[in-house]
């Protein structure tokens, strides 16, 4: 299996993650429920978050050997990737940081998840949704 379809396997299960992190805490926070069904989310979110991370670390280290191999030859698209996946990168630590250390901000960790989504989304459809309708197209 080529890195290509690796990265594309573990881009579709990180946005199965980060989905299932973005719905259990939109449900949680936009639905009033008893406080056994909110905990419940929280956990669910909670293990979400760091299913996304578990899969965010690989796919980091597998961008940046594919940035170092293609050098200045990376195209458009691909710098484009490059450099929401830094975005991403950092707006997941700092939400992390806000969560784990800073409680104080917790305000907005509301804001940086869903923009943690987006992200996740934007850069999937970009790159391996992209990648498996090319890979469609010429079977």
Do not use: C
Request: proline letters at 1%.
């Amino acid at each position: 299996m080529s890195d290509y379809w690796i990265k594309t396997v573990l881009a579709v299960l990180l946005l199965g993650a980060g989905l299932a992190a973005f719905l259990t805490m939109m449900t949680r926070l936009g639905r009033p429920a008893d406080e056994a069904r909110s905990e419940r989310l929280r956990r669910r979110h909670k293990a979400a978050g760091y299913v996304f991370i578990a899969l965010l670390a690989p796919l980091a280290v597998l961008g940046v050997g594919f940035l170092v191999e293609m050098g200045d030859g990376l195209s458009t698209r691909g710098t484009l990737h490059f450099v929401l996946a830094e975005a991403l990168l950092a707006i997941v630590l700092l939400k992390v940081l806000i969560v784990k250390g800073y409680r104080q901000f917790l305000r907005y960790a509301n804001t940086l998840g869903m923009t943690v989504f987006v992200l996740t989304l934007v850069i999937f459809l970009i790159t391996a949704a992209f990648f498996v309708l090319q890979a469609l197209a010429a079977t």
